[in-house]
């Protein structure tokens, strides 16, 4: 027999034991029940500041298209089925759920008329989100960027998880933020 043919085991072996593995699974599963919720309030969060944001971008436009044409123009909330405003009534909080729309009144009428107002944009809101607005389904600026109702403001929240922005705009038209 020759020598090298008996091969000794080698007693340095490396690799994982079962209760070693089950540890660190267990670990990883503990720390996996903790990130998802953080995670799902980061994205909720993420959700109002997107849609308050589409909300500034249409105030900021409505209110810079007001003063460019020296013509009133009014911003609606958007109904569910069409691009239509989703109702005349001016005061009391009311959901703007759907979305918004900007345009120039061109028959006064409150409403969006297609082929005769002048539609300047729109944009619909995230489905899983309650938007309000102080003051009814509709707001105007004037010819000189000043709001034609008063002061009021959007509540942006999730029904769900107690996070809330809220647009504020003063009479004059300009727009502040707070995280409830």
């Not at 003051?135 to 000043?146: D, E, K, P, Q």
């Amino acid at each position: 027999m020759h020598k090298d043919a008996h091969i000794h085991p080698d007693s340095s072996q490396s690799g994982f034991t079962l209760v070693e593995l089950m540890v660190t699974l267990s670990i990883a599963l503990i720390l996996t029940f903790i990130a998802i919720p953080s995670f799902s309030v980061l994205l909720i969060r993420n959700e109002i500041a997107s849609n308050a944001q589409t909300i500034r971008t249409g105030l900021a436009l409505a209110r810079y298209e007001a003063i460019k044409r020296n013509s009133p123009v009014q911003i609606c909330s958007l109904s569910s089925s069409a691009t239509q405003c989703a109702g005349i009534i001016g005061v009391g909080r009311l959901a703007w759920d759907d979305g918004l729309i900007v345009f120039q009144d061109v028959d006064s009428d409150r409403i969006y008329t297609a082929g005769v107002d002048d539609l300047i944009s729109h944009a619909r809101f995230s489905e899983s989100l309650d938007i309000n607005w102080g003051r009814g389904h509709y707001l105007i600026y004037t010819a000189t960027g000043r709001l034609m109702i008063g002061n009021s403001s959007f509540r942006i929240n999730h029904p769900s998880y107690a996070i809330e922005r809220r647009l504020i705009l003063n009479i004059v038209g300009r727009v502040r933020s707070i995280d409830i």
